[in-house]
C-alpha cells in the first residue's frame, strides 16, 4: 500500500524537537517531555527521600481471597464517610459559633445565608446517620462471616471502641445546633450517662462542666465534638487499617477449604 | 558456673565493664534509659495533669446560686401552684432560665417538719422531671405534675404516682424577706421528702440510691436543713 506523504505543518523551529545529542540520550530532553515526565520524577523525588512506596504497595497491593465481594467494602465506606464528615466539619466549623448565645443564630446563618451552607450542613447532619448504619452493616459483615476470629480478635476489639467514639460523636454533635430539640436531647443524654452507679454523677458535672448546663457546656461538647474523638478516631481507624493490612482479609463462610486430590482420595480411603 | 556467678555480680566494677567505680552497681546504659523515661515522664505530667485538672475542675468547684425574687407573699396561695422563671445559670439568655411552680405552706397536704426552718414556708418545686430531665408541667384541673417525654406523673406534693421517675420532684430552698418571696438552692427528697443534696434526674434517693448516687462537690444543699420534713 503506497503510504500518502502528508506536508508537515509549518512549526517553528523553537518547537521543534532537537535532533537528540550524543551521550544525551537518556531522559527527558524538551520542555513538553519534562512535563510529561513531572508526575513520576516527583513521585520519584520523595519515595528517593522517605521510601514510602514500599509501605504503599504493602497496603494496596495485597492478595485477597478467593470471593471477595461487595460486603468487603464496607469498611471503606465508613471510612469515607468518616472523611466526609470531618471535610464538611471542618468547614462547618468556619462559620459555627460554640457559644449559648450565638449558636443557634450560626446555624441559622449557615442554613439561610451561607452559599451552599445548607447542603454542607446537611451533608454532615445526615452524614452522621450514614457513618452510623455503615458502621453497624461493616459490623454484621465481619460477624457473619465469622471474620472476627484468630488472629483477628484485636481488630474486633478496635472496631467496638471505634463504634463507642462514633456514637460519642453523634451525642456531642447532636447538642450544636442549639434549638429546643437538641437542648433537651442533651439534656436526656447527659442524665442517662447520671445514671451510672457512683461514677455517673461525676460524669454529667464533667460533661456539663458543673451541676447545670452552662456558659461552657456547648463549647465542652464542641471541643469533645470536633478535636478530642476524631483525633482518636483517625488514630484507631489508621491501627484497624494497618492490621487489616498486616493480617489479610478472610474468605467467605460458604467457600470451604478445597483439599488437594491427592489427599481427597486418602480421606476418602481411610 | 562459678565464672557466670562472677559476670553477674551487681558491682559494675566486678563485671569488667570499663570505667566503673570501685562499688557502683548501676550501668550507665541503666541509668540513662532510667533518667530518659523519668524525664519523659517529668514532661508528659507537666502538660498533661494541668490540662486535666483545667477539664474536671469544674466538677470539684461549688456552684453557687444566688436567692431570686419571685414575688410577693400574697401572690401565692396554698392550694394551687403559680409558675416562676428563675435563672439557674447567669449570662447565657434564655438556656439559663428554668420555671419553678411555687404555693404557700399547705398544712393539710405538706407534713409538718420536726424542726420547721425558715425554708419551708413557702413550697418550690422544680421542674426537672426524675427521670431524665425533661420539662415536667402541672395541670391544675388533674392537681398533677405530668412529662410530656415518657408519661412520668406526680401528686400535688412532687411524688411519684406513675411513670419512670426513680424519686419525687426535686424543691427549692425559699424564704421571705420584707414581704417577698426568694427562691435559692436545689435540694432533692426521697420518697419521705427528706432533703437531701441535689441530684441529677434519674438518681433514686431511697434505700442503697443515696449511696449508689452520690452528691457531687458543684451542689451541696444548705448545711444541717436535712432529716425530716
Redesign the interface.
Known amino acids: 500500500m503506497a503510504k500518502i506523504k502528508v506536508p508537515a505543518p509549518p512549526v517553528p523551529d523553537q518547537l521543534k524537537p532537537k535532533p537528540k545529542r550524543p551521550g544525551k540520550t537518556y531522559g527527558p530532553q524538551t520542555p513538553v517531555e519534562h512535563g510529561a515526565e513531572a508526575g513520576a520524577s516527583t513521585v520519584g523525588w520523595i519515595d528517593e527521600r522517605t521510601s514510602l512506596s514500599g509501605g504503599a504497595r504493602w497496603m494496596m497491593f495485597r492478595k485477597v481471597p478467593k470471593g471477595t465481594n461487595w460486603f468487603y467494602t464496607l469498611g471503606s465506606a465508613t471510612m469515607f464517610a468518616f472523611l466526609s464528615q470531618a471535610v464538611t466539619g471542618v468547614f462547618l466549623a468556619m462559620y459555627y459559633d460554640p457559644a449559648p448565645k450565638g449558636a443557634y443564630e450560626s446555624i441559622r446563618h449557615i442554613n439561610d445565608d451561607v452559599f451552599l451552607g445548607e447542603l454542607v450542613h446537611g451533608m454532615h447532619k445526615w452524614g452522621s446517620s450514614v457513618m452510623v448504619v455503615l458502621i453497624f452493616l461493616h459490623m454484621g459483615r465481619t460477624f457473619f462471616f465469622g471474620a472476627y476470629k484468630y488472629p483477628r480478635e484485636l481488630n474486633w476489639v478496635i472496631g467496638v471502641v471505634l463504634l463507642i467514639l462514633t456514637m460519642t460523636m453523634s451525642f456531642t454533635g447532636y447538642l450544636l445546633p442549639f434549638d429546643q430539640r437538641s437542648y433537651w436531647a442533651s439534656i436526656v443524654g447527659v442524665n442517662i450517662n447520671g445514671t451510672g452507679p457512683l461514677v455517673g454523677p461525676y460524669l454529667n458535672d464533667f460533661l456539663r462542666a458543673g451541676p447545670y448546663f452552662g456558659a461552657t457546656t456547648l463549647s465542652r461538647f464542641y471541643s469533645i465534638h470536633m478535636l478530642l474523638v476524631p483525633g482518636a478516631i483517625a488514630a484507631l481507624m489508621g491501627f484497624h487499617l494497618y492490621l487489616v493490612a498486616r493480617l489479610g482479609t478472610t474468605a467467605p463462610p460458604w467457600l470451604k477449604p478445597k483439599t488437594a486430590e491427592a489427599l481427597r482420595e486418602e480421606e476418602v480411603a481411610a | 558456673m562459678a565464672d557466670r556467678k562472677q559476670i553477674k555480680s551487681k558491682y559494675t566494677a566486678d563485671r569488667q565493664i570499663p570505667g566503673a567505680f570501685e562499688g557502683e552497681t548501676v550501668t550507665r546504659r541503666a541509668f540513662m534509659t532510667t533518667t530518659g523515661q523519668v524525664a519523659g515522664g517529668v514532661a508528659a505530667a507537666a502538660f498533661l495533669l494541668p490540662a486535666l485538672g483545667f ?2 475542675g ?2 470539684f ?1 461549688e ?1 453557687h446560686q444566688p436567692w431570686q425574687v419571685v414575688g410577693n407573699t400574697e401572690d401565692f396561695g396554698p392550694d394551687t401552684y403559680v409558675p416562676r422563671t428563675i435563672n ?2 447567669e ?3 434564655d ?2 432560665k428554668s420555671t419553678v411552680y411555687v404555693r404557700k405552706f399547705n398544712p393539710r397536704v405538706d407534713q409538718v417538719m420536726k424542726k420547721q426552718d425558715e425554708y419551708n414556708n413557702y413550697i418550690a418545686i422544680s421542674t426537672s422531671c426524675m427521670h ?4 415536667v408541667h402541672y395541670v391544675n384541673a388533674a392537681q398533677r405534675f405530668i412529662c410530656p ?1 415518657h408519661g412520668g406523673v406526680y401528686d400535688f406534693v412532687g411524688k411519684v404516682q406513675g411513670g419512670p421517675p426513680v424519686r419525687p420532684l426535686d424543691r427549692f430552698y425559699t424564704r421571705v424577706a420584707d414581704g417577698k418571696v426568694l427562691i435559692g438552692p436545689r435540694f432533692s427528697v426521697n420518697s419521705e421528702l427528706q432533703r437531701f443534696s ?6 433514686p434517693l431511697d434505700g442503697v440510691g443515696q449511696y ?5 462537690p ?2 451541696r444543699k444548705i448545711p444541717g436543713t436535712g432529716g425530716s420534713q
Open positions: 477539664a474536671f469544674p466538677v468547684e456552684y439557674l445559670v449570662g447565657i439568655g438556656s439559663g431524665l430531665g425533661c420539662p417525654c441535689p441530684r441529677d434526674p434519674g438518681e449508689l448516687y452520690p452528691s457531687t458543684d451542689l
